[in-house]
């Protein structure tokens, strides 16, 4: 008999910071990630070098109105789904101050024309 490989479900509001602890979020609010979606998430598991799939088409029971869909991660290496939850919300926070590229405006001189 083949023996049915572990993994793990994931939902963008485990790591929601706008939503409560009722709601479905996971980690705490001062380590959740702000406008979480599939794709910081999927980021994330990419990052961490994780076998996974999107399941666009999936709701999270709590949020089944508003919810995105769900990423489901083959872990090597990782344990328990604390530990990879912990570690991939590191990897999307860091994504928040990466996302928005600070551009440096410089005035330039007009160039003269010649005659």
């Known amino acids: ?3 049915k490989t572990r993994s793990f479900i994931l939902y963008p509001e485990y790591f929601d910071k706008k ?3 009722k709601e479905g979020r996971k980690v705490s ?6 406008e979480c979606n599939l794709s910081k998430i999927a ?5 961490l070098e994780l ?5 666009k088409d ?5 949020n089944w109105l508003k919810s995105d869909g769900r990423i489901i991660v083959k872990p090597e ?7 990879l939850i912990r570690r991939v919300t590191n990897v999307a926070r860091k994504l928040k101050k990466v996302g928005k590229p600070t551009q440096k405006k410089t005035k330039s001189k007009p160039k003269q024309l010649k005659k």
């Not at 980021?43 to 990052?47: E, P, T």
């Not at 290496?77 to 530990?83: A, D, R, V």
């Open 1 to 3: 008999m083949l023996r």
């Open 19 to 21: 939503l409560s602890k």
């Open 29 to 34: 609010r001062s380590k959740a990630v702000e």
């Open 43 to 47: 980021y994330a598991c990419k990052y």
């Open 51 to 55: 076998d996974y799939t999107i399941e």
């Open 58 to 62: 999936k709701r999270y029971s709590k």
């Open 77 to 83: 290496g990782i344990t328990n789904k604390t530990e």
